[in-house]
């Protein structure tokens, strides 16, 4: 994650949000999602209200909701930053 955070400042771009979607049964993550959180706003320079975590279950469905494997979809946005240059 610190690579592709350095190539976006080269190129002049910021987090604009983050999404991440957890799909698995178990373990809960309720508990550890605020450090999720941290981690990830600490390692791309980005603040607490650009970074969204969710967590869902697949309901029994496929290897995911037999509890055999877990998904993670993630979505993020740039913005490019105008008027500054690289601080690389």
Do not use: W
């Amino acid at each position: 994650m610190e690579h592709a955070y350095d190539v976006m400042k080269y190129y002049g771009y910021q987090i604009g949000n983050i999404d991440v979607t957890l799909i698995l049964e178990r373990p809960k993550v309720a508990s550890f999602k605020p450090r999720m959180k941290e981690n990830i706003v600490k390692l791309l320079h980005t603040t607490e209200g650009r970074v969204n975590i969710k967590a869902r279950t697949h309901e029994k469905v496929d290897s995911v909701g037999e509890l055999r494997s877990l998904s993670c979809h993630v979505v993020v946005t740039l913005e490019k930053v105008v008027g500054k240059a690289a601080d690389i």
